[in-house]
């Protein structure tokens, strides 16, 4: 008893570790799932998603819908399930992650950085496509998708529906490799209905 208790112990450490190192903005579990008919959320999908058979076989994980309807809160729960099967995750807003990119390469951490990005065996991206990319943000995001293309899972969270990610794009060319890296052979969850903040509420 004394063994087992000890080994749950260090399981438990282990599990919060891996999710706060994740810097996930919610603490969110498959338990928590709420399956409003009109949410557009298949219950099976998300038991096998839950499996992270997915994150082992290197696919991704798209989620897209209007604002409020829970695609971050359902990002992090595959988040929290990486974390339980004891996979390393990262969560990142793209906004910052571009910042960070070129904050990078003027301290000479870029590298460092991006072997980060690269080795986490689940990157969740969140708030993509909020703004048009300039030509150097497109670069630096093709990159970063570039190097964790059939690496590593990559989950992606946008209010915009995928028809119109290309637009994002200054430069077309670059448009079509990332389109072409995320989109084909990846899971997609298209959250609808109602904002879930007024269904909590």
């Not at 793209?94 to 390469?105: A, H, M, N, W």
């Not at 993509?128 to 630096?140: I, M, T, Y």
């Not at 990610?165 to 430069?171: I, V, Y």
């Amino acid at each position: 008893m004394l063994v087992d208790a000890e080994w749950t112990s260090r399981q438990n450490k282990y599990l919060a570790n891996l999710v706060k190192k994740a810097g996930m903005r919610y603490n969110a579990r498959i338990e928590e799932v709420i399956y409003k008919q009109d949410r557009n959320l298949d219950r099976q999908m998300m038991i096998q998603l839950s499996t992270c058979t997915w994150i082992a076989e290197r696919l991704d994980v798209i989620i897209t819908g209007a604002t409020g309807t829970g695609k971050t809160f359902i990002g992090c729960v595959l988040g929290n399930c990486a974390c339980r099967n004891n996979y390393k995750v990262l969560y990142k807003r793209v906004p910052r992650l571009l910042t960070d990119l070129v904050i990078s390469k003027g301290d000479g951490t870029y590298n460092k950085l991006m072997k980060e990005l690269k080795k986490v065996r689940l990157l969740i991206l969140d708030d993509w496509g909020l703004a048009p990319l300039d030509p150097a943000e497109g670069r630096d995001f093709l990159e970063v998708i570039e190097e964790r293309h059939q690496n590593n899972s990559t989950l992606i969270i946008s209010q915009v529906p995928i028809g119109n990610w290309h637009a994002l794009f200054s430069d077309p060319t670059v448009a079509d490799a990332v389109l072409d890296r995320l989109v084909h052979g990846s899971y997609l969850i298209e959250l609808g209905g109602d904002t879930m903040r007024k269904y909590r509420k």
